[in-house]
DNA sequence: CTGTGTGCAAACTCTTTGCATAAGT
DNA sequence: ACTTATGCAAAGAGTTTGCACACAG
């Protein structure tokens, strides 16, 4: 009785054992659905990605999961503290497959996202938070737009 | 044929020249639902305001404005620079009536935005923008909970 | 008068939820 | 077997749009 469980039916990344690992310890079963999201998630660096579109990758990698089983994956990986929430469009959320302390770049129109070198922005003289209160995070984001 | 249309038939805030005249600044007609929403978003200093609260607030003032009317001139007042948006929070959209540089804190769950005192923070180091881009701008938000 | 603005309701996008079926342990 | 996860379709929140009527210039 082996993991015979971590031989997949699909084919995507190597390391499925790390990814299996992972499910497994934030507390959720290591499924068909959520081991494929894991490794489209996270084999590959850092992400940033809506519902939507890993929705599409998973599609077409093969893996038929529905759009809702997305979203409910990506909110148990974020709750878990696998993924981060970025709120940086009015509409879409981001998932951030970086939890550590970074900042975002952010092009206009485009809905393209993608990390700053960390260590490159510093902040200075962190206000003091209201009474009562602690900070959570900061979160900066830099907008840019073509030059033209 | 002095300017008849200042005497509004609702009462709001005083300087309603002043709101007259800068909807009109902003090459838009100084409609009775215009001056409404820009005396309640400007005349009390920074506010952060979504569409649904503003309608909310105009209704209140005995403006009966329709919802679909405040997203409109919220966008238009935005363009002509008078607002600006803030993607703080996935779902809603924030207008801020203060379109100088500052940030904002943000307390989670309660949806409510503030500014952080001006000079407060300082961003150090501001990252090349890539290749052919250019910052237009940079967004700080702190987001703060409860301390227990 | 002429053209722009407004209100309403319907449409749209993104996200969440309820419930029957499928899969994991 | 027992429990949790998935898929579907429907519901929800926020926002946008189309078109007839109203108002400003």
Do not use: C, W
Not at 47 to 67: D, K
Not at 87 to 111: P, R, V
């Amino acid at each position: 009785m082996g993991n015979r469980r971590l031989r997949l039916d699909f084919d995507l990344e190597t390391g499925l054992e790390h990814i299996d690992r992972r499910v497994r310890e934030a507390g959720l079963r290591p499924t068909r659905q959520r081991l494929a999201l894991a490794s489209l998630l996270f084999a590959k660096g850092d992400r940033h990605l809506s519902a939507e579109e890993l929705h599409e990758e998973a599609v077409t990698a093969g893996v038929p999961v529905s759009l809702a089983t997305v979203y409910n994956t990506l909110h148990q990986f974020t709750e878990a503290g696998l993924l981060r929430i970025l709120a940086i469009e009015g509409a879409k959320t981001y998932f951030d497959t970086n939890t550590s302390d970074h900042h975002h770049f952010f092009i206009e129109g485009e809905s393209r996202v993608f990390d700053i070198d960390p260590g490159a922005v510093r902040v200075e003289n962190l206000p003091e938070p209201p009474e009562g209160m602690e900070i959570a995070n900061v979160d900066i984001v830099i907008r840019l737009r073509p030059k033209n």
